[in-house]
């Protein structure tokens, strides 16, 4: 079965748009001098040769990446980067040269694009989840995750070219990561896309079956609708209302998919297979339009929806209602602006369109613009307020990096697993989370290749490599730094094994009484108190008499020398809830 595009019919016109401009290619080779003229010549020199498993030069894919990039409205540095972002990973361009070229801001685009490139999917959930977040994390600047979102879009329109196995992951992985994740960001459209394109080679018996059961219907309601056009366009102006556009939305095949399930494969329970889309000049009209409309054909009880008033939890903004139209047949209508429609398909991406074409004097404040991505506040919780109305849009844009994991890294295997750790976590951390014999074994890491000390900090994207010797014991010095919990507990275990023949009855030890006040946490902080004075703990336990005000803790340690013991004593003494500290050797 040849699949090429996937999806529902082609029935709606490109995405509106404010201003038009020239193609990425025309304005290169209009202006070879300017930044994306430069670029274009960089980009296509680089990539000379290259060809595509389907057989077209290689250069087609990232000129088609910045044409994407540059329809969402963005600016010229995401384009550039855009051209070039596969230019470090596949061909003898460094990132050196790419920043000595084209400066710094593009040379972080394409940085942060090429390290979400190595990522790989298996289709875990927890994986799944920890890729989700690195991508967050990474993207400190959103411009990188559009970038991505593009190339995606160009790769999944051309996967029939790919050996089944690799269509099937690179599927998946479109499913599940960065079609939820264009999503979260507001982009309702390429989300929608991402999704039509997976779904017949993650789905190729059900996508055959709508084929086969569903297009013929979609012909049908597209009949209709057609013919009834004109009367929706007279009730609108009778009203005076022009509507800027009406076209029709084909409710796309994965969506409808899971549809027809709900309603026990029934096609006539689906109303919205084909939809009016009407776009209006002002939200006034959106709902003066509605109001025209139910005069003119009673509307379905429940199924009336404003999401104006009350948008979703990813921003977007839409009326929609479901009316018996001529013939009795149900039909459903969106309404909404053009700033509505732009911000559904292309969600945050669609502020920087908005930016450029209203210029200095008519765009919005960033007070409004926080207002409106409400979609930013179900991903990371954002509850900044900008006030000043000297703000541009350029420092909202750098207050809205993705912080939301701002406490958490996600370095990666060599396999491209990402690893969730907390900030300032080590190698050491990284291998225990891995497996506790990989944590047991190791002696050392190589972090982006290059050799690193064991108590290295980590960063999210680094690409970790842990080097590991049959036999060998945890040190007693990585306690000091580890700053995982189960790192500490292997760590610890692993120590009490090995040293277990030494602490026999005829080996000496200093065995602490502690009277406490008990309270939440007063254990942990006696633990931390001997872990940092580099001491193990054999055993521990607490002795409570009945009626007994204090409890006793007793615990015994691998510590004699009689300094090392008596600065342990003190730092015990000092813990908040200890009342006395007395010890003997036994």
């Given amino acids: 079965m040849a699949i090429r595009g996937g999806g529902s019919l082609n029935l709606s016109p490109k995405p509106y748009t404010l201003n038009p401009m020239p193609s990425v290619k025309e304005t290169a080779e209009a202006h070879p001098n300017s930044l994306i003229g430069r670029a274009y010549a ?18 087609t894919h990232v000129l088609t990446t910045a044409e994407t990039l540059k329809e969402w409205g963005l600016d010229d540095t995401s384009i550039v980067a855009g051209l070039l972002h596969d230019t470090v990973e596949d061909t003898s361009v460094t990132l050196q040269d790419i920043r000595k070229e084209f400066g710094d801001a593009v040379a972080f685009l394409v940085d942060g694009a090429t390290k979400l490139h190595k990522l790989r999917y298996s289709g875990t959930q927890k994986q799944m989840e920890n890729l989700r977040k690195m991508i967050l994390a990474l993207s400190e600047d959103l411009r990188v995750i559009f970038i991505k979102l593009a190339d995606r879009i160009h790769n999944m329109r051309t996967l029939d070219a790919l050996p089944k196995e690799k269509q099937k992951r690179i599927a998946l992985e479109t499913e599940e990561i960065f079609a939820p994740l264009a999503f979260r960001l507001g982009m309702q459209g390429i989300a929608g896309e991402l999704r039509d394109l997976a779904f017949p080679y993650l789905h190729p018996e059900e996508y055959e079956w709508l084929q086969k059961n569903v297009r ?13 056009k004109p009367q929706v366009v007279k009730v609108l102006k009778d009203t005076d209302i022009t509507p800027i556009a009406i076209d029709f939305r084909a409710k796309r095949m994965a969506s409808l998919y899971q549809k027809l399930l709900k309603n026990g494969m029934d096609i006539e329970r689906i109303f ?31 199924r009336i929806k404003d999401y104006i008033a009350l948008p979703k939890a990813n921003g977007y903004q839409s009326l929609h209602t479901t009316i018996i139209g001529p013939d009795q047949m149900p039909i459903e209508l969106q309404i909404r602006t053009p700033e509505m429609h732009a911000r559904a398909d292309r969600g945050i991406a669609a502020h920087w369109a908005y930016k450029n074409v209203r210029g200095k004097r008519g765009r919005k404040s960033p007070r409004d613009l926080a207002e409106e991505l409400l979609w930013l506040k179900e991903l990371r919780g954002w509850q900044e307020t900008f006030t000043d109305p000297q703000t541009t849009p ?21 396999k491209g697993e990402v690893i969730d750790l907390p900030i300032g976590a080590t190698p050491v951390d990284f291998a225990y989370k891995i497996h506790s014999d990989v944590g047991n074994t190791c002696i050392g890491a190589k ?42 507990e292997h760590i610890r275990e692993a120590l009490m094994k090995s040293h277990r023949s030494l602490y026999s009855r005829d080996r000496r030890v200093t065995e602490f009484r502690i009277v406490v006040q008990d309270r939440v946490g007063l254990i942990k902080d006696i633990s931390a108190a001997i872990a940092r004075s580099h001491v193990n703990i054999i055993a521990l336990h607490a002795d409570v008499s009945p ?11 691998d510590a004699v020398d009689a300094q090392k013991v008596e600065k342990l004593a003190l730092k015990l003494r000092a813990i908040k809830g200890v009342k006395e500290v007395s010890y003997k050797t036994i």
């Avoid at 350029?394 to 060599?414: C, G």
């Avoid at 842990?466 to 189960?486: G, H, L, Y």
Wanted: proline share 7%.
């Fill in 394 to 414: 350029e420092d909202f844009l750098a207050a809205m990096k993705l912080n939301f994991f701002e406490h958490r890294i996600f370095p990666m295997t060599p």
């Fill in 272 to 302: 919205d297979l084909v939809a009016f889309r009407i776009l209006v000049r002002s939200i006034e009209d959106c709902y003066a339009a509605l109001g025209a409309i139910h005069q003119a054909w009673p509307p379905l009880p429940g």
């Fill in 447 to 488: 972090v982006n290749g290059k050799i690193v000390p064991l108590d290295h900090e980590l960063l999210t994207g680094d690409l970790v490599e842990i080097i590991t010797q049959k036999n060998k014991r945890p040190s007693e010095d990585w306690m000091r730094f580890v700053k995982t919990a189960p790192a500490r």
């Fill in 547 to 557: 009626g007994s005000r204090y409890p006793i803790d007793k615990l015994k340690v």
């Fill in 42 to 59: 960089f980009a296509k020199n680089a990539h000379k040769g290259q060809k595509r498993e389907s057989g077209e030069p290689f250069f």
């Fill in 216 to 228: 013929a219907k979609y012909g049908e309601r597209l009949e209709y609708l057609t013919r009834i």
